[in-house]
């Protein structure tokens, strides 16, 4: 994507920093998230026509916090610094920053000293999203005080000669009212940004450098899952090498009701590639024996893949390189790349090529988020069925089954997921809630069924709202709904003797409960 405008935003750690990435997208301009403590060499090396210091939970008087080189600021480049990022700024340029009389903390009225440049097209007084206890007390030389609020005297600053822009206040929070007007005036008036990056473009992108890499005659091994990412990422070496494309499908036995024929079907109609169904359910159960914590869970499963291609890979014979669907929440939610800590153990990052031993790794969609995924399969002319179908992990309902997991248990799930599946594609939700599914808890309760006590499994309904899985609300379903669907799976689905519902969103709660 060498030709692409780009942003690059560098990350001090701070909660919204992925938004402003996303944000930054929205404004159809690609944007990378990179650590603060890239070298300037390389950040320059990657040709940005802008770059954004994000907000980061340090003070820059603490003796180890985030400090960039200040030769940054001469580099020629436009520069948005955002929160402890505008405080860098103050400081590495001259300015002062002090504690704030008082804490700023959530919605804010900002009073806008003008309306152009930076500030163009926004009203004089405008609701912004706070959030710091630290603030910049005095502009660095060349500076202009553009923006402030009761408490905070700075609330915006900029050098038009610099181009270096700063805001206390976060424009890439939604409850930031002109805050994508802000950051769109920062990509086309600061950075000259003109807003051509669309996902027909990004495909076409992504073909050509495929077929740069793979060359006239290299093959491709693909793990598939036959979730929208991997299908995404099918359709894309397709199009750049045809049938040097192999597809390698794991049933783990952990997949949806009905999911592994389908896959099958699907791909055998839209893909005319070498596609291989590896059925190694038992092994993958033998394995989860006994395991209870999650992590150790996701450690087996994704060392059994490995161990399943690795067998079907010795079988093919050698393959050039090994592509896979990793998306961007994955690479960040991993810890690659940024300074987030790790969440979880994302098997599909890392591990498995490397295990097979390639060196050569093929990610059309390492840097795209889900829905840009979406948007991307769609301009391929993927099936809106697939495109827009829910994501399923990887360790699949491995993780959906609290404590151990044993094929009965994987049935009482698969069953009851089923349930929930159908009555919401019945009642037409299915295309505003963009992730449902049943859990087993572990925890098993007393009831009566007919006259017989019953001591048997609790079912948990999860259904959340997202555009980026990295955070969520939970769906407010209908109570008919809950209601139909609670019984028919206590009335269907042997040993499932109770229903509950759960209400919490992400953050704190995951979306899935492992
Ligand atoms: P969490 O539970 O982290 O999930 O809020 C966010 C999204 O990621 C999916 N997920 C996974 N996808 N491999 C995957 O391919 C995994 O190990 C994995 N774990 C979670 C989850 O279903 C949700 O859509």
Request: include cysteine; glycine fraction near 8%.
């Amino acid at each position: 994507m060498s030709n692409t405008e780009k942003i690059l935003i560098l990350d001090f750690g701070g909660q919204y920093t992925q938004l402003i990435a996303r944000r930054v997208r929205e404004c159809h301009v690609y944007s990378e998230v990179v650590p603060w403590n890239m070298p300037l060499p390389e950040m320059l090396s990657r040709n940005p026509r802008g770059i954004i210091l994000s907000g980061g939970p340090s003070s820059v008087h603490d003796a180890d916090a985030p400090r960039i080189d200040p030769a940054l600021y001469e580099a020629g480049i436009p520069v948005l610094g955002i929160c402890y990022g505008m405080q860098l700024t103050a400081l590495l340029l001259g300015g002062a920053v002090e504690k704030a009389k008082e804490r700023e903390y959530g919605r804010v009225t900002v009073r806008m000293k003008e309306q152009t440049g930076l500030l163009g097209g926004m009203q004089r007084s405008s609701s912004c999203w706070m959030s710091h206890t630290w603030q910049v007390s005095a502009c660095p030389p060349g500076f202009r005080i553009i923006a402030e609020t009761d408490n905070c005297p700075v609330a915006a600053m900029v050098s038009d000669e610099k181009k270096i822009c700063c805001v206390q206040f976060h424009p890439e929070v939604t409850h930031t009212e002109e805050g994508t007007m802000l950051i769109r005036n920062f990509l086309f008036r600061f950075c000259g940004c003109s807003g051509d990056w669309t996902m027909s473009a990004f495909a076409e992108n992504a073909i050509r450098q495929i077929r740069e890499t793979v060359g006239d005659t290299g093959t491709v091994l693909l793990a598939l899952s036959g979730g929208v990412d991997s299908s995404v990422v099918a359709a894309l070496i397709y199009k750049a090498i045809g049938k040097r494309l192999t597809c390698v499908f794991v049933d783990h036995g952990l997949l949806r009701k009905g999911e592994s024929d389908q896959v099958c079907h699907v791909f055998s109609h839209l893909f005319p590639v070498r596609f291989i169904r590896s059925d190694a359910s038992e092994r993958f159960f033998a394995d989860l024996k006994g395991v209870t914590d999650p992590e150790e869970k996701r450690h087996i499963i994704g060392r059994d893949f490995i161990e399943v291609f690795r067998a079907e890979a010795i079988k093919l014979g050698k393959m050039d390189y090994f592509a896979q669907g990793t998306i961007y929440p994955d690479v960040i939610e991993s810890g690659q790349g940024t300074n987030a800590a790790v969440i979880k153990s994302h098997h599909n990052v890392g591990g498995l090529p490397r295990e097979l031993g390639f060196t050569e790794l093929i990610e059309p969609l390492r840097m795209l988020f889900k829905d840009e995924v979406r948007a991307l399969g769609e301009a391929l002319g993927l099936p809106r069925e697939l495109v827009r179908r829910q994501p399923f992990p990887g360790p699949g309902l491995a993780i959906r089954i609290i404590g151990e997991v044993t094929p009965e248990k994987a049935e009482i799930v698969r069953e009851s997921d089923a349930i929930f599946r159908e009555e919401i594609a019945a009642s037409g939700l299915d295309r505003h809630v963009n992730q449902y599914f049943t859990v087993l808890t572990g925890i098993q309760s007393v009831g009566v069924m007919g006259d017989e006590r019953t001591y048997d499994y609790t079912i948990a309904l999860r259904a959340v709202t997202t555009d980026d899985f990295m955070t969520a609300d939970w769906a407010r379903l209908p109570y008919d709904l809950i209601a139909r669907v609670s019984s028919r799976i206590v009335n269907e689905v042997p040993h499932a003797s109770r229903v509950v519902l759960d209400v919490t969103t992400k953050p704190p709660a995951s979306i899935e409960w492992e």
